[in-house]
């Protein structure tokens, strides 16, 4: 056996001892790359490899490419061969890693051009860390390591009974499930949901972001239950199903389920999972904490929170133990740490009251990573969607900048964002006329293209993409004063940005002096929110903007946004500046709550009223903004506020509507 081998066969016997996983970097000659990969696939079953990257080797049962990684998830192999000569996607890089198990190995064949951009260079220096082989030197030392007990389904086991007791023991004892990348967590759910459908007849439901994102609790349900019949997103056994149902449906639909599984609850807004909690009564939520998803600490913060509070019997589990690989993997730990996904919080229990903003230049991010990592620790707790990519952006795109405000040596928040506009009028024309889409520029591109305002995509513009406090010191005023800042130390033409629509967010924003100027026009997969655009800033076009939002709301609010939120319905309304009229038709209205006139005959003069009179909307009961504003039908909201048909809900109808008239007629008197 040659040197080369006899090393590999070494390494490969620790990892098994180990149950771990180990990452290997060849820098050498192409040539010399393919001559050492295949001696080391003489140890391991063709089956058990796979290749991300580059051109498909003969010996890989399963290649795709670089870009790809996500459709090896689900999947397990012994060899993992990552070619970045045609490419990098750290997203897709991170997503295959999940599918080597433990006693397997990474092989990275380095790109052969010298690195140039500052992301390029993190990589490279990241690889430095990992177990490298170059041509021509002698090979690394192998440190002999000790065998380890593994037992990596105890807590699975814990979960299903767990996710199982949800069904068979009392209502309004909601389960949240917490787990990294690897635990288990979609196994132990398809698992559970298998026993149950064995021994009793129940529907589950299952709903998430995207039918991807359940498909492996599907997978591992259908594996138990050899006798089922599936399809897309349904696997039926007798008279018992497990199923899909995307958010926005579940809740617009309200489908009857004995158990709802909600995964990957951290994407959802907290408002429709505080929904969900209050239609369903027997409901598992699960997500995905830390890891290259995202980090989910929000979602624990908030709405478990909010959830102890109305369901003092909830019971929070969290998946520590992985499944495909041991604890305390070295390759599991070089990747949160090369992407910054195991960034902790420091503490900031002091009151901060003096909030300065900095810009950080992204050679100083990359010279100083504990600088760095502060910052992206921030983004990993606040935003669900932070992800490796996000931060090989920061660092290769010139567009994008950071913010960042010290408590001493502390990062309490940080503002990312990205610079847009300063087009050519050629441009302009081009993506007013549908023939092109400049990436990076998601603002001045709607604004010209959707809006007719040429004029916002020649000026130069700063798009905050996110913005984030740390949870401390949060509701102190920090992001407020953050945005302040950002306005008064930079000389953009205007500032904006893009947001999944809450009242919550929306009231930020506003309170920061933005304003609401597109609503998309159907919801986000991942978030069931509608993308809303605010903008700030002293330039010319504004006025004509929130004129055209504001005839697009009243035409577009009781058709294509009949099913927004009432809440969210009340926050894109509401003009505080508009002076409230007491509307001249009021008699008439008082004739109908008497019950002497029809609604559809005073129905088009409320519809007119709230109109003119917009900052009344929030003085409205829910049931008036269902009906007036939105114009659901009486049996609509029948349902919507459980009255048992239209009289009884018709009758709560007048006795708000008086309550508003009498309020707006005081209002005016004084």
Same mark, same amino acid.
């Given at each position: ?213 359940? %498909? #492996? +609790? ?6 138990? @239950?050899? /006798?089922?019949?599936? *399809?897309?997103?349904? =696997? ?84 520590? %133990? #992985? +499944? ?6 070295? @390759?599991? /730990?070089?990747?949160? *740490?090369?992407?910054? =996904? ?104 709607? =604004? ?223």
């Amino acid at each position: 056996m040659n040197a080369t081998l006899q090393y590999f066969s070494q390494l490969l016997s620790n990892a098994q001892r180990s149950f771990h996983r180990y990452g290997v970097v060849l820098r050498g000659e192409q040539n010399w790359q393919v001559t050492v990969l295949e001696q080391l696939e003489t140890l391991i079953a063709n089956t058990d490899v796979f290749q991300l990257g580059g051109e498909a080797r003969a010996s890989a049962s399963k290649s795709v490419g670089y870009k790809q990684g996500l459709q090896l998830l689900g999947q397990e192999c012994r060899l993992l061969v990552c070619d970045f000569s045609s490419g990098f996607d750290a997203n897709s890089f991170a997503a295959a890693l999940g599918c080597l198990k433990g006693g397997g190995l990474l092989v990275i064949l380095p790109s052969q051009t010298s690195s140039v951009s500052l992301d390029q260079q993190w990589m490279e220096r990241a690889l430095e860390d990992l177990i490298c082989i170059e041509q021509n030197s002698p090979l690394p030392k192998v440190v002999s390591v000790q065998a380890h007990d593994v037992t990596p389904y105890e807590q699975q086991k814990l979960a299903v009974d767990k996710i199982r007791k949800v069904v068979e023991g009392h209502r309004k004892r909601p389960l949240v499930v917490t787990a990294d990348r690897g635990r288990g967590k979609s196994s132990a759910l398809g698992i559970a949901a298998a026993q149950l459908m064995q021994v009793r007849t129940l529907s589950i439901i299952v709903t998430a972001p995207s039918l991807a994102t359940v %498909q #492996p +609790i599907f997978e591992h349900a259908a594996r138990l @239950l050899p /006798n089922a019949s599936t *399809s897309k997103g349904k =696997l039926v056994l007798g008279a018992s199903s497990l199923e899909f149902v995307a958010p926005d449906e579940l809740l617009r639909k309200k489908p009857h389920c004995d158990c709802l599984y909600v995964d990957e609850a951290s994407a959802l807004p907290i408002p429709m999972l505080k929904k969900i909690v209050e239609c369903y009564h027997r409901t598992v939520f699960s997500t995905t904490v830390h890891g290259y998803e995202g980090c989910g600490r929000g979602f624990t913060l908030k709405f478990q929170t909010w959830l102890k509070e109305q369901r003092p019997g909830m019971v929070h589990y969290q998946l520590d %133990q #992985p +499944i495909r690989w041991n604890e305390e993997d070295p @390759l599991e /730990n070089w990747l949160f *740490s090369t992407f910054l =996904l195991d960034a902790e919080l420091a503490d900031v229990s002091e009151q901060v009251t003096n909030v300065q903003l900095s810009y950080v230049a992204k050679n100083e991010l990359f010279n100083r990573p504990e600088l760095l990592r502060a910052c992206f620790a921030l983004l990993v707790n606040a935003h669900y969607q932070t992800a490796p990519s996000d931060l090989m952006l920061l660092l290769e795109d010139d567009a994008i900048r950071l913010y960042a405000s010290f408590q001493e040596d502390t990062c309490i928040g940080c503002i990312l964002a990205v610079e847009e506009g300063n087009m050519e009028q050629a441009l302009i024309e081009q993506i007013q006329q549908g023939k092109r889409r400049p990436k990076g520029h998601l603002v001045a591109t709607t =604004l010209a293209n959707q809006l007719g305002l040429g004029e916002a995509a020649a000026q130069w513009s700063l798009r905050v993409m996110r913005i984030a406090v740390h949870p401390q010191q949060q509701r102190s005023g920090i992001g407020q004063a953050m945005l302040a800042r950002l306005q008064v130390q930079t000389e953009y033409d205007f500032y904006s940005t893009s947001f999944g629509a809450t009242s919550e967010l929306v009231e930020f924003w506003r309170k920061a002096g933005f304003e609401a100027v597109k609503l998309g026009s159907s919801r986000e997969q991942a978030s069931g929110t509608h993308s809303l655009i605010m903008v700030s800033g002293k330039v010319e076009w504004l006025t004509q903007a929130k004129r055209t939002y504001q005839q697009f709301m009243h035409y577009s609010v009781a058709c294509l946004f009949k099913q927004l939120e009432i809440d969210v319905v009340r926050s894109l309304l509401v003009e505080k500046d508009v002076s409230t009229v007491l509307p001249s038709f009021a008699p008439i209205v008082e004739h109908y709550v008497k019950g002497g006139a029809s609604f559809d005959s005073i129905a088009p003069l409320l519809d007119n009223y709230w109109k003119h009179s917009p900052n009344m909307i929030e003085k409205m009961s829910d049931l008036l903004v269902y009906k007036i504003i939105q114009q659901h039908s009486w049996v609509e909201c029948a349902h919507q506020f459980h009255f048992p048909g239209k009289k009884q809900v018709e009758v709560q109808f007048k006795q708000d509507l008086s309550l508003l008239l009498n309020l707006q007629y005081n209002l005016q008197c004084k």
